[in-house]
């Protein structure tokens, strides 16, 4: 299948690849469909593509990849709704905000976007832990 999306021009992607939200994302509850594009040259940053929307695309990241000790508490409600069985089969994103000055960007650990590896299902949960939504990206771990 392909897409011609705004950042990325025209791309292709498997339709069992395609990440279903049943409940959208934050502010974007009516986009079920992402694709996860991953560039080399900005890793450790992935994008969550929208499949519905061609415009609409985010940067995400492994938070651990930012906090090493970031331990969320995912609701059990979440992972049965998931369909998650074993926690190996979990990946974990959170949405990162680039301002203009980029040595800014901050990563949303309160609201973690959780996907089963298998079934392609994800879901945004917000936390009942007390984490920011603001996490500075620069200067967290010795840049």
Do not use: H
């Amino acid at each position: 299948m392909k897409i011609n999306t705004t950042r990325f021009g025209e791309i292709e992607y498997s339709a069992d690849r395609v990440i279903f939200f049943e409940e959208g994302l934050l502010g974007l509850e009516g986009l079920k469909k992402y694709i996860l594009i991953t560039p080399e040259d900005i890793q450790p940053l992935n994008w969550l593509q929208s499949v519905d929307d061609s415009d609409i695309a985010m940067v995400v990241v492994n938070p651990f990849n930012i906090k090493p000790d970031y331990s969320p508490v995912v609701p059990d409600d979440c992972l049965k709704e998931l369909k998650i069985e074993d926690e190996k089969d979990i990946i974990l994103l959170n949405v990162v905000v680039i301002p203009d000055d980029y040595k800014k960007m901050t990563v949303n650990l309160a609201a973690p976007i959780v996907i089963n590896a298998k079934e392609y299902l994800g879901k945004q949960v917000i936390l009942s832990q007390n984490y920011p939504i603001r996490y500075p990206v620069f200067g967290s771990k010795g840049e």
